[in-house]
């Protein structure tokens, strides 16, 4: 069976591009067309593909796997490759959260932690399994986030592709729970450690937000 991305996956990856390559200042706007050649993020090939895959999320459709791993491949070229895919992270993490019922979103910055808690953790594997196609378990004081197929590894040098899962985990997390733990690579494909895990202190989570 051919493996399959939530199609936001690929989206997150071509909207970090795109935001990264769009210019800041009055100055470098005037000169946009001229940058419309060097910069991917800015050309028509990526706009069509936003909107493509745009339609593609709303209907709830899956893409192959390949596409995903493919783009991620040209963002691995850049030298500023971490900061995208740390970016395609977050942005992939918000979209994730926004199809959160409002209702629930506001229970949770609301209720005790106690109570709120297992409902993030609930969301979190729910969100890490649809758009990561990702697992993720309790083991004691510890979140873990396994990927068994990566679609960022080995895209850049070392483990830099791996960045884009632990910007998501991380900001899933921000959101769900309101603060930011520490979020480590413990296991590595990269490293022939079979998969990429990822572990968040849950504890150390509950007690910043109890603070
Ligand atoms: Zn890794």
């Not at 067309?33 to 209907?59: C, F, H, M, W």
Request: charged share 25%.
């Amino acid at each position: 069976m051919l493996a399959t991305v939530d199609a936001l996956l690929p989206l997150s990856l071509l909207e970090a591009v795109r935001d990264v390559d769009t210019p800041e200042g009055v100055l470098e706007a005037e000169f946009v067309d001229e940058l419309r050649n060097k910069r991917l993020g800015l050309s028509d090939t990526v706009y069509s593909q936003i909107k493509r895959y745009t339609e593609a999320v709303r209907r709830n459709h899956r893409t192959p796997q390949d596409d995903a791993v493919a783009l991620a491949r040209l963002i691995g070229r850049r030298p500023d490759a971490e900061a995208v895919l740390r970016a395609a992270g977050r942005f992939l993490a918000r979209e994730a959260y926004m199809t959160v019922s409002p209702v629930t979103r506001g229970a949770l910055k609301v209720m005790p932690s106690m109570i709120s808690k297992p409902i993030a953790f609930r969301k979190t594997r729910r969100l890490a399994q649809r758009y990561l196609n990702a697992t993720v378990r309790r083991v004691g004081q510890y979140v873990l986030l396994e990927v068994p197929r990566s679609v960022t590894l080995g895209v850049a040098p070392g483990s830099t592709g791996c960045a884009f899962y632990e910007s998501t985990l991380r900001e899933l997390l921000r959101l769900l729970i309101g603060t930011t733990g520490s979020v480590e690579h413990t296991r590595c494909a990269g490293r022939g450690e079979g998969s990429c895990e990822w572990r968040a202190d849950w504890r150390g989570i509950d007690r910043a937000r109890t603070v």
